[in-house]
């Protein structure tokens, strides 16, 4: 039997289930407005089925907060097609992208596939440049402000976005917020070498002269924790107030005559060639532990299409400069107040770590998060920048 349904309808209902916030409603809208097989397509982004285009309408919806998708003119069918046009604004707001969509329409009146051309594309965020000696350029945006710096060091694997629910909440608080995208990630230069850690440390360096930032706090997070160790060590700590680590995976992880406890050199490897082999298949397999079951759809598929942007040999480089470091004598330069905030699941970087660095380091304390994972930063947001904000102000 054939449905029949007026296309501006078609295209309310399949807008409706791009703005809707709701994981259950937004799953429901979309059950509604997709057959089961249904393949959405744009130049940017590819899906199929019902949880392919739930998951990838979550990360459009985590990239764009505040922002919502609305009907640009009048529909146009002609049989079983369907073209129209949209707009993206924030609330009040220009519209910043738009697109024109090509439908073709099942004959229970579900969208059997969807094409999306875009007509604009949104702006790149704004930031700027700093140019490293080996030539590479680090991308890096600062909030500006009067109030005391904050640096944050990305994850392994991600970009300097991943702070986004921080830099939010800080700024408000009055705080100067500067992110930075490692060397090979996001929109940093994409650098074939120096992936070193004194090399990622000097990097560092670089970002605070380049602003001539003092009586500044580091934040890092896993990888972004054993930079900011070298940095100090590296450089001193007078421009420096104060360090924040989170799950940090410090201070050594390989197994050495005095670190019996450690993993063997192989167990890296193969980790590593299997890597080069399916990188996407193992960020699938440990994507669970990362968050919490009440993490949303949206937010585990953002972070996860972040990992999978940053190149696979990249991603081995950075691991295997800090998996092959030993930072224990970096700890013992660390002569500023340091928190360490950890969670007691974390699979990534297990608690032992966080309390090892914690007792390298004089006078440093160690927060236990109760059943937080590797991904606390997103997964007990609140209570980090809490902790955060509570340990700046001091």
Request: hydrophobic fraction near 45%; proline fraction near 6%.
């Amino acid at each position: 039997m054939t449905t029949t349904t007026e296309p501006q309808h078609l295209v309310d209902r399949y807008l409706a289930a791009w703005n809707e916030r709701d994981d259950a409603r937004r799953a429901a809208l979309i059950a509604a407005t997709f057959t089961a097989d249904a393949r959405y397509v744009d130049p940017l982004a590819a899906s199929e089925g019902h949880a392919g285009i739930d998951a990838m309408i979550g990360a459009i919806q985590a990239k764009f907060p505040g922002f919502a998708f609305a009907p640009r003119g009048a529909a146009d069918r002609h049989g079983d097609n369907l073209r129209f046009a949209w707009s993206l604004a924030p609330a009040g707001g220009a519209a910043v992208a738009g697109g024109t969509d090509f439908a073709t329409v099942a004959p229970d009146g579900r969208f059997a596939s969807v094409t999306g051309f875009l007509d604009a594309l949104p702006p790149r965020p704004r930031g700027h440049t700093v140019t490293l000696p080996d030539g590479e350029t680090l991308f890096y945006r600062d909030s500006g402000g009067d109030g005391p710096a904050i640096v944050f060091v990305h994850s392994w694997g991600l970009s300097s976005s991943m702070w986004q629910y921080q830099v939010h909440a800080l700024r408000a608080a009055g705080l100067r917020c500067v992110t930075f995208d490692r060397r090979g990630h996001g929109r940093s230069s994409p650098a074939t070498a120096g992936y070193e850690l004194d090399t990622l440390a000097d990097d560092l360096a670089a970002v605070l002269a380049h602003l001539d930032l003092r009586g500044v706090t580091l934040v890092g997070h896993s990888l972004g924790c054993a930079e900011i160790l070298r940095y100090v060590a590296r450089h001193g700590s007078s421009r420096i107030a104060r360090i924040a680590l989170l799950g940090p995976l410090t201070p050594v992880l390989r197994q050495l005559p005095d670190n019996l406890e450690g993993i063997p050199d192989a167990v890296f490897e193969s980790v590593f060639a299997g890597w080069a082999r399916d990188f996407p298949r193992w960020a699938a397999e440990n994507e669970a532990p990362f968050f919490v079951p009440e993490t949303s759809a949206a937010m585990r598929s953002w972070l996860v299409s972040e990992l999978l942007s940053t190149p696979v040999d990249v991603a081995i480089a950075t691991q295997r400069a800090v998996v092959f470091s030993d930072q224990r004598p970096d700890l013992a330069a660390i002569d500023r107040p340091t928190l360490i905030l950890h969670g007691d699941r974390d699979v990534s970087t297990p608690l032992a770590l966080g309390r090892r660095t914690a007792a390298g380091i004089a006078g440093a304390r160690l927060e236990v998060y109760e059943g937080a994972p590797h991904g606390l930063f997103v997964t007990h947001v609140d209570r980090v920048n809490r902790d955060l904000l509570a340990f700046i102000r001091g």
